[in-house]
Nanobody, 126 residues
Framework: QVQLVESGGGSVQTGGSLTLSCTASGLSVQYTNVGWYRQAPDTGCQLVARISDGKLGYPGFASGRFTISRDNAKNTIILQMDKLKREDTAMYYC?????????????????????WGQGTQVTVSS
């Protein structure tokens, strides 16, 4: 059984940093595609960062501020977020599987992605 468990969310002021972690069991993050998504109230689920077929990818709003990485020894997916803005406030979800989609979807449980974590809240205030 595959499980993804996020941690590291919380509250931070604008301009600050947070590091999110997602520890996997039942699969090896080294050998699968991984990503982070987010969903704010009344918005769709959008991709934040991904590692797909060995390549890193970020949407425009995340480029230069967010960094995704894998700690293979700990079987963990990491999202380093810097220069946080109020609009980064959302629930953040890690994901893993053969496909890490780039399209925004109504929910961060889209079946196009095989495995999802339960989410961790990030709140950025001024």
């Amino acid at each position: 059984q595959v499980q993804l468990v996020e941690s590291g969310g919380g509250s931070v002021q604008t301009g600050g940093s947070l590091t999110l972690s997602c520890t996997a069991s039942g699969l090896s993050v080294q050998y699968t595609n991984v990503g982070w998504y987010r969903q704010a109230p009344d918005t769709g689920c959008q991709l934040v960062a991904r590692i797909s077929d060995g390549k890193l990818g970020y949407p425009g709003f995340a480029s230069g501020r967010f960094t995704i990485s894998r700690d293979n020894a700990k079987n963990t997916i990491i999202l380093q977020m810097d220069k946080l803005k109020r609009e980064d406030t959302a629930m953040y979800y890690c994901a893993a599987g053969p496909l890490i989609i780039t399209a925004t979807t109504p929910s961060c449980r889209d079946r196009s992605v095989s495995y999802w974590g339960q989410g961790t809240q990030v709140t950025v205030s001024s």
